[in-house]
T-cell receptor, first 112, second 113 residues
Framework: KQEVTQIPAALSVPEGENLVLNCSFT??????LQWFRQDPGKGLTSLLL???SQREQTSGRLNASLDKSSGRSTLYIAASQPGDSATYLC???????????WGAGTKLIIKP | GAGVSQSPRYKVAKRGQDVALRCDPI?????LFWYQQALGQGPEFLTY????????KSGLPSDRFFAERPEGSVSTLKIQRTQQEDSAVYLC???????????FGPGTRLTVT
């Protein structure tokens, strides 16, 4: 059974720092991996989707990497801003079905 | 364009009441998903539709949960005889056929008192 783990559960850093969020999964038979952002009281916003054949995706200050063989993905946020404060979730699509399997998220706080 | 919408955004129900949660997917999206997200946790899959067909309901936690999508567009998640453990955010997502990328609505926060 696929399990997705995110470490740390919470992170607080000063504005301007670069930071890395981690996601690990137990079964490498994934179709792709997606990083989402969730703001309180709001829905999920897709940040980056990495196909299983890709190693990374970039969007602005965000860079996500994927290493299927080791079952790991990282989300790198450059030059963090207070507006980046949110919960970041990773989820994997399994090869065998369409279901998204989720981590519990990392709650990020960027201090001004 | 319009995204996925859900209503109501917040619902408070007394234990034992029935509730109905609505999801309007993005127009043209064939697939529709329901997820349940408990406080401090990631979402968990409940059920999946392709057009009007419910292809997977393996995630529904009990027979008190029922979902339908009779015309292949709007979907309703119904919970009968609500219990406190049903308190959660219920998320709806839709996607194009043959696409793994799901687009999420804002969710309905259900509180059972």
């Amino acid at each position: 059974k696929q399990e997705v783990t995110q470490i740390p559960a919470a992170l607080s850093v000063p504005e301007g720092e670069n930071l890395v969020l981690n996601c690990s999964f137990t079964d490498s038979a994934i179709y792709n991996l997606q990083w989402f952002r969730q703001d309180p009281g709001k829905g999920l916003t897709s940040l980056l989707l990495i196909q299983s054949s890709q190693r990374e995706q970039t969007s602005g200050r965000l860079n996500a990497s994927l290493d299927k063989s080791s079952g790991r993905s990282t989300l790198y946020i450059a030059a963090s801003q207070p507006g980046d404060s949110a919960t970041y979730l990773c989820a994997v699509y399994h090869l065998s079905n369409y279901q998204l399997i989720w981590g519990a998220g990392t709650k990020l706080i960027i201090k001004p | 364009g319009a995204g996925v919408s859900q209503s109501p955004r917040y619902k408070v129900a007394k234990r034992g009441q029935d509730v109905a949660l609505r999801c309007d997917p993005i127009s043209g999206h064939v697939s529709l998903f329901w997820y349940q997200q408990a406080l401090g946790q990631g979402p968990e899959f409940l059920t999946y539709f392709q057009n009007e067909a419910q292809l997977d309901k393996s995630g529904l936690p009990s027979d008190r949960f029922f979902a339908e999508r009779p015309e292949g567009s709007v979907s309703t998640l119904k919970i009968q005889r609500t219990q406190q453990e049903d308190s959660a955010v219920y998320l709806c997502a839709s996607s194009l056929a043959n696409s793994y990328e799901q687009y999420f609505g804002p969710g309905t926060r259900l509180t059972v008192t």
